[in-house]
């Protein structure tokens, strides 16, 4: 099956800071990425949906000034928590869509992050 | 945004036991389909069910479709320690966006 990579799987930072989170498809051509947060014990809430060469579509309620998405490839996108507080403090997945006729996604390993 | 809704929130069973979880949705669907997530893990594609499909096997799992009332099951038949985990229903409708439900978290004990 297609396989799908994040980085880094885990990650601490200070409050203030920015991070990036990886997304890769390792052997197909995602035309479209989608991240999702995953709050402990709860369900996948869709943060954003990202096509290659265009902007990221947001879902309501998502900053978009504050979760940076960049599709740059047919096989990276990337997720940049901007200015990281607390509250952001989740687990982050993504996962990837290569166009097929019905909308299979493969999800990536997921990232931890950790905001102190 | 999230419209499904499963049950049962946990289930707990004995090793070769079957599992039945069920999972409803609001609005109309192209497909449905179930995942399962280990614990801090990513999660697995375990079966798509189509719209004009009723019932579908894979391995030791079965999904039904009952989309006059908007309503799916997935059982697990024989489990096994290595299925725990929680397992989630994810809708799509045109826009190919997934809307997943609650989940339901299986511990089988040994």
């Known amino acids: 099956g297609a396989v799908v990579s994040q980085h880094p799987s885990r990650v601490i930072c200070k409050s203030g800071t920015s991070v990036k989170i990886e997304c890769r498809s390792l052997?197909?051509?995602?035309?479209?990425m989608f991240w999702y947060r995953q709050f402990p014990k709860q369900s996948l809430m869709l943060m954003a949906t990202?096509?290659?060469?265009?902007?990221?579509?947001?879902e309501q309620g998502v900053e978009k000034d504050k979760f940076l998405i960049n599709h740059a490839s047919l096989t990276l996108s990337t997720l940049t928590v901007t200015s990281a507080h607390p509250e952001d403090s989740s687990f982050y997945i993504c996962?990837?869509?290569?166009?097929?006729?019905?909308?299979?996604?493969?999800f990536g390993p997921g990232t931890r992050l950790t905001v102190l | 945004s999230q419209q499904g809704e499963e049950d049962p929130q946990a289930l707990s069973i004995q090793e070769g036991e079957n599992a039945t979880m069920n999972c409803s949705y609001k609005?109309?669907?192209?497909?449905l389909q179930w995942y399962r997530q280990n614990s801090g893990r990513g999660l697995v594609h375990l079966i798509l069910?189509?719209?004009?499909?009723r019932e579908k096997h894979s391995g030791r799992l079965r999904v039904t479709l009952d989309t006059s009332k908007k309503s799916s099951s997935l059982l697990i038949t024989a489990s096994r320690a290595a299925d725990t985990a929680s397992y989630f229903c994810a809708t799509d409708a045109d826009d190919y966006k997934l809307s997943f439900g609650a989940g339901t978290t299986v511990t089988v004990r040994a």
């Open positions: 609005t109309s669907i192209n497909n």
């Open positions: 990202s096509n290659e060469g265009s902007k990221a579509t947001y």
């Open positions: 069910i189509r719209s004009n499909e």
């Open positions: 996962s990837a869509s290569g166009g097929l006729g019905y909308n299979e996604q493969f």
């Open positions: 052997d197909f051509q995602a035309t479209t």
